[in-house]
């Protein structure tokens, strides 16, 4: 059924900070429609858009809400990428890192690492030596700060509770930590603030084609049920894993040109292990990199990379998979004792890495990212890594426009200054006068930090919501220090739909409290009603909608 007009206010060259409506989407034809809403669509869109482009994206889902917000949420140089001569990544990766740490600080924030080594490892503490001066040499000695590496006594200083039998030394080096979920939201309305159309929940059922050429697609509000056709004259595929899925609209007998692996995270509490920095090392269970990484009280571990025949929608983690993390970190960490008891949470990501590369080993899989156009014109992005999407965003967008320059013959627009201009919130990295404001204002020092964590600049918002509606300033589940003003801000602001939009993916408290944010399901669906007009019988279903999947 096709949608009814709306009254919405967004359009192109205008801005809004609401989901699009099918009637916006389909009222005039785009230059670019973008599928995917993840970390390269968003993206995508952000460069298009400040391009001047009229460009609209669409996620089946919620943004991010598929490997994009499953990492290791990590921005890092591509220490890994050395051992496969990933050179020119590594290159890019190092680029990337600080223009993110520039632009998102609020985001994405440095973060040290401690690399020990043991009596038996695969790499030895000459060729570590040699990596890391390598890593600062193709960082150009811009890393955050250069690395340094440690004798046995150096390393126990750092982290007194790794296994000191068989330590031989490590190094200490940096990278940066990110936010992954709320960066790929950051993007996306970043893109909407230069005019773009961003509708979460709007799943593509179709291409369209005019004497053969892709020319839109025939979308369905997954929400409401109704459906649409969205014109443009570029379509451009940022579907991550399930870009080979769309490709076949395009062409049903195309060839997969992705192999994914899937990679899973545990959640622990972090004083199981009393880390104090970052933790890389190899496993010694099969010498695979792994991680140990901070989040404030929590650490989380990751990850695995095994070959995956399931589907992108569906996939599961065995008690198989969360043992070896937990065997690889006892093994570091040998008072730890960790167990199946002690995992809070747990994640997994479907890598769309490129088939045929480097072998059938997937860590060794090169993480470079190809960009291919089909039969019927549409441009699809295929491959990469989170850390450098904004080249592949720049590198689909200057494709996009040699089309439209073929097909309309029009006039290239300028670069976009996607490497200079900040995304919401991170305009700048001195938060004093913010922090000072939430104070005053009552909120408790946790929670402030965690707002400034959360939102940067952007925090002043939710302290004029709780300026005028104090009960917003209050804790949505102690002790976690979200307040409850972050859910109107994350309606009204953040496109957030669901109940579990919230608490996955906008305040993290299915991943950071005990109980996956259970106990405040309700409480977040009462607050949603207010703008969403939701009737009791609705709260009470997006509310147990959310129970049910907290609790699987």
């Known amino acids: 059924m096709p949608d009814k007009p709306g009254a919405g206010r967004q359009g192109h060259g205008r801005w809004s900070s609401e989901r699009a409506t099918l009637h916006q989407l389909a009222a005039q034809p785009a230059d670019i429609l973008v599928i995917g809403g993840g970390i390269t669509g968003a993206g995508i869109a952000r460069d298009a858009a400040m391009r001047g482009l009229r460009t609209v994206l669409v996620e089946k889902n919620d943004l991010g809400a598929g490997t994009s917000s499953r990492s290791s949420r990590l921005i890092h140089g591509g220490l890994r990428y050395l051992e496969t001569g990933d050179f020119r990544l590594v290159l890019e990766a190092n680029r990337e890192r600080r223009v993110l740490l520039r632009i998102a600080p609020h985001l994405v924030w440095p973060l040290a690492f401690v690399f020990p080594l043991h009596r038996g490892d695969r790499i030895p503490l000459w060729r570590l030596a040699a990596g890391m001066w390598l890593y600062d040499l193709l960082a150009m000695f811009r890393n955050v700060r250069t690395h340094r590496m440690l004798g046995k006594r150096g390393v126990l200083e750092a982290e007194p509770m790794l296994r000191e039998r068989g330590l031989l030394g490590g190094a200490r080096f940096y990278d940066a930590q990110c936010d992954d979920a709320r960066l790929v939201l950051a993007t996306a309305r970043s893109a909407m603030q230069h005019g773009a159309l961003v509708a979460n929940y709007t799943g593509v059922l179709a291409l369209e084609r005019t004497a053969g050429r892709v020319v839109g697609a025939q979308v369905e509000d997954r929400i409401t049920g109704r459906r649409a056709v969205i014109r443009a004259s570029v379509v451009i595929n940022a579907a991550g894993p399930w870009a080979d899925r769309i490709r076949t609209l395009e062409d049903a007998g195309a060839a997969p040109l992705l192999q994914p692996t899937k990679g899973i995270h545990i959640v622990v509490e972090r004083s199981r292990l009393d880390h104090r920095e970052g933790i890389i090392?190899?496993?010694?269970?099969?010498?695979?990199?792994?991680?140990?990484?901070?989040?404030?009280?929590?650490?989380?571990?990751?990850?695995?990379?095994?070959?995956?025949?399931?589907?992108?929608?569906?996939?599961?983690?065995?008690?198989?998979?969360?043992?070896?993390?937990?065997?690889?970190?006892?093994?570091?960490?040998?008072?730890?004792?960790?167990?199946?008891?002690?995992?809070?949470?747990?994640?997994?990501?479907?890598?769309?890495?490129?088939?045929?590369?480097?072998?059938?080993?997937?860590?060794?899989?090169?993480?470079?990212?190809?960009?291919?156009?089909?039969?019927?014109?549409?441009?699809?992005?295929?491959?990469?890594?989170?850390?450098?999407?904004?080249?592949?965003?720049?590198?689909?967008?200057?494709?996009?426009?040699?089309?439209?320059?073929?097909?309309?013959?029009?006039?290239?627009?300028?670069?976009?200054?996607?490497?200079?201009?900040?995304?919401?919130?991170?305009?700048?990295?001195?938060?004093?006068?913010?922090?000072?404001?939430?104070?005053?204002?009552?909120?408790?020092?946790?929670?402030?930090?965690?707002?400034?964590?959360?939102?940067?600049?952007?925090?002043?918002?939710?302290?004029?919501?709780?300026?005028?509606?104090?009960?917003?300033l209050r804790r949505l589940l102690p002790p976690h220090p979200a307040i409850e003003g972050e859910v109107i801000h994350a309606v009204r602001r953040e496109l957030a739909q669901t109940v579990e939009d919230i608490m996955v993916r906008r305040l993290h408290l299915y991943y950071e409290s005990l109980d996956h944010g259970i106990p405040a399901a309700r409480r977040v669906a009462e607050l949603m009603a207010r703008d969403r007009g939701w009737d009791e019988p609705r709260i009470e279903a997006e509310a147990a909608r959310y129970v049910e999947f907290a609790s699987r």
């Open 281 to 472: 090392f190899t496993s010694p269970i099969d010498g695979r990199v792994l991680f140990i990484l901070p989040w404030g009280n929590l650490s989380y571990i990751g990850t695995t990379d095994t070959e995956s025949t399931e589907p992108p929608d569906h996939l599961t983690i065995s008690a198989d998979e969360m043992v070896y993390l937990l065997r690889s970190a006892n093994a570091r960490f040998p008072h730890a004792r960790l167990s199946l008891e002690d995992v809070r949470a747990s994640w997994a990501g479907l890598r769309p890495l490129l088939a045929g590369r480097n072998g059938d080993n997937p860590s060794s899989r090169s993480r470079e990212h190809a960009i291919v156009q089909g039969s019927g014109g549409m441009i699809s992005v295929l491959g990469g890594k989170l850390t450098t999407y904004r080249t592949m965003a720049r590198e689909a967008v200057d494709r996009a426009i040699r089309e439209l320059r073929f097909r309309d013959g029009r006039p290239r627009p300028g670069e976009a200054a996607t490497h200079e201009e900040p995304l919401p919130g991170g305009e700048t990295a001195d938060l004093s006068a913010f922090r000072e404001r939430g104070l005053e204002l009552g909120v408790t020092p946790e929670s402030v930090e965690h707002l400034l964590r959360h939102y940067g600049t952007e925090a002043a918002g939710i302290y004029n919501l709780g300026a005028g509606d104090r009960p917003l």
